[in-house]
């Protein structure tokens, strides 16, 4: 079958490689749409190299049709269409056995530690596959993934009815997240990020304002926006050093922050503000049982994926696709790769 | 009635100064004992001028006896023993409003923002009076504030039977908070502190290991005792601004670390570790209903002022008493004025 | 000032009474629209004879316009339009210390315990007053008690988008419980009532099926609904006995049941599927800080007062009014009152 | 090998059967000792006809070493003392995918559902399979499981240092939530059964009060004892339908009662205190991660199996022990069998 590999920094070449060969508790999906993530961009540009292994396949975005069944997968049958949960948790570690698969020690997803989706076919665990509810087409489908961090988030923040929710940074995830928000019922999203068409696309999925922190003080902006009171939420998506300092200094007390985005950098910033507010900052990783309840919104249109996708291409025009996301070219947001 | 001022930077005077007459819903209590806290040097040292009016009388931890009841008052009596929590919240503010006087946006505070407890009599409103149990006596019950701050702060912990604390800095507040943190079933109490003479006390009062972090690798060190997992929870009292990276990098899946000692250096952190651990890091300030439950708690013995009243002098005597703590002197840990 | 009057079981006046005098942390408020509630027909029953003093003026659910503010009040002003939280909190009890107050142990409502608002002004502590916000009308203002029984009702539910949520009983508390339910992003709420017109407007607020289980057997229905699984919460606004035993069948595992409606009859039941599916069944009072939040849901139109709106009358026709509400005429859900 | 089989009502022999064979994700464990539990009474008893396969092999608590390892399972190896986690989840239902394997909707346990441990040799996933920490014996070990069913409640029921907590039932469960409450700080711990014995017991492992409700009335003696306020938590052991009424009427606001104990009679009671004071009640089954945090705590000391264990006696008396059991003889508690 044909595969998109990436071979080091910058380097891609669609291959013809091996067909995976299912277990009898495992199923073969045929790839109809995948999905480019920001930890694709950090594999095409060769880190990770503790965890990946070059050439690699990326990808862990997707949608398809299941074209294969292992004899002891009874729930799933050939030609239906599915989603299916990309992480591989090891099922015994500490966080495993506390039913937090999303924080296993030994985590495993595709596209980065085993082979992934930018490929023709893709195996996976029978009891990781998902059907796609009628009605919702497999384009839509494939956004399951990344809304499903979003709903993750959200839950972790414990957004309530009325609440005002600040989400930094507008790229895929921050753009779900803004809906997912804004579903929960918050009184006021608003949507920070440096690039103006992300502000316009996050109005346009729901945000109530939005702020670009190059042009205005965002924190006097939210500040006076509350009548000095504070936000009720935080959810970081972009990963910025100096997302912290400001979430905690726009925070309500009691607030809650929540760290989706990997920052990788020194963080630099004032604790006391977490002491007086007895504020919390948590963190939010992937997501645990969210894949049928993200599968649902989506189908009834509560969530839209349809704005985020602004390209769509063949999986032989992956190299290109790569460059437009690296390069931040044609105001791109989520690419999909069509094998 | 005499008082103990401070004028300023280190400077100390015993003055007369007028007694404090009652409103209805007043008590005036006559003190036995008041301990002096980490705040009360801050006020010594002449910081928080944005709060404190000089010359003022600091002091916000004691017992008394009540000598005159204002007449909406009808649940404590003349000749009571009582104690009485030191916070005066505002009462109308977003946080009191969601049953958080504890974070009360307008804060007001004993000793800091009106005048304190060390002097011969003080006055405060009635609902914040709270009688002695039996059998504990004026001077212990002298601690049950540093002790309330230190119950709020495990029970933000989560501590559940069985954990792993780890308890950083073993000041007064510190050594209160290992004895909650063992008290509460913890499986090892880790106490953390640069002065072996607190060690030692630690010890003395349950913890089941200490670790000096100038003498040892304290991270390596917890790593190791824990085979690798980690700790539950991390109780920061210290104000260390190092405290936090330490405390993600102990720290198990899930994790929660609360931060109690204000620090107002910047902070310098790795902050994937909250997302990758979906951890917790929360505040703690002081206490909302805990000073009975407290009460109790000491009054059966089950937590023991004893061990950390190391002083106890006349008021007269309060400037060598501030002297002693702010040179670390004669292994201090807790000094209890006798007006 | 006149004032409606329940002299005994369905025995009404409106009689000249004495009008209230503010004390200096009271405003004095004329009152604009008046709805009748639940708790103001078991006043007219002549019940809770144990809190109600007859002559007895019920009613607590209002909106009006400030006419006097005590000196202490410095945060509203004379002609503002308001409402007002009508429960009186003691401030002492294990509840209130507590930080909620809405379950204090010596709680008064006014229209209860104290003179209430079917009468031409009332008085109220100054912090219990809430300006509101622009373009919200005092017709559907006054509906903001009802909504934030609601609201309170479905956050201890703890809602999350995606939820599968049943509303037992669709009185006014009822379909605004529904109408929080959706905004929280439930995937699917269902409304169970015994009345056709009722479910009608259940629909037309934003119940995704609605159920009669007269006609149905609605616990298999609502089995069929969620493929067997079952549904995430239930929320019991109409005090039936037998709802517990259907609610605990129809939930999912770890599901929650949220009891608002109260029962004074014997309730029986199951309790094993408490223990099997680890439910957690909860009880929701009144409200604690949901007023601000509550307005401002309404003032942006995200739930909406007006279809529940059945009928407005002047004062003097209080008699009538109660009439209609007790023998259930008219399809009449809420009834304001024009003093 | 041997093992006791279950023909039917009271009809217990012990039989030749043949030694399980291991899958390579298993281990076969020597089984040393296996204590009765009440469910293996139903067993007994010819109950549960639906899941259990009769002849059956009753029994899920036991201790053993490990003869014989899968090639699949590197953690654990031949000769090493350990006890197993009895429970079976589906891994793939809406509970298993939550996180929450104990209530999972295919529930399997040794004993009931799959040949249990009153034989000599069981076999069990290797990911089940928990070491004895050294120091504990393998007497004692075999009770980590119903201590980790208390464990489990508990922490169901937020047991905070401090509480006073309610202990309905003090049978084998019973008496380890006892000392589970008590190891939690409780201030209070009030132990409820009709049996002197149990209560003499009670008391010896850590109850500060006990109470026969036979003997005096419980609900008036502990709302004395709480003067009036009401207990923190009441954990619900022995099954009792009256249970209910009673833990509620005892409980403080904002109170939890935690339902441990199987009840299959119909329930009567009053639901309207769980509204007024916004009570929570609640379920806890079995246990998630709890046997290696309890395994700790027993090897410690701070939970004490000893006390607890009345009767010691070898495979083929089996059939006495469970006359001894089922008639209520000899103040038996629990019985440890060794094949």
Redesign the interface.
Known sequence: MKALRVYGPKSIKVDEVVEPQIRDDEVLIKIKYAGICGTDLHVYRGAMKDRVKYPAVPGHEFSGVVVKVGKEVS?IGEGEEVVANPVHPC?????C?????????NFKILGVDIPGVFAEYVKVKG?KVYRIPKGLSLRNAALVEPFSVA?HS???AGI???DTVVVIGQGPIGLCTTQ?AK???A?NVVALDVVRSRLDLAKKVGADEVINPLEVDAVKEIKEMTGG?GVDKVIETSGH?QS?EQALSIL???GRVV??????E????????????????????VY??EFP??L??IS?G?LKPEPLITHEMPLIDGDRAFRILEDRLEDAVKILLRP
């Open positions: 729930w099922g015994r570690c500490v966080a056995s506390a039913g937090k698969p999303n924080i296993c020690v009891d709903v959200c839950r972790k309530e009815a009325g997912v579903h929960y019922g009184y009171v050093p912290l309500k007390p009691a760290l989706v985005g990997l920052c990788f020194e963080v630099k910033f004032h604790s006391y503000p977490i002491v007086y507010k007895e504020a919390e900052v948590v963190g939010s990783r645990v049982d309840r993200t649902n919104l009834k509560y």
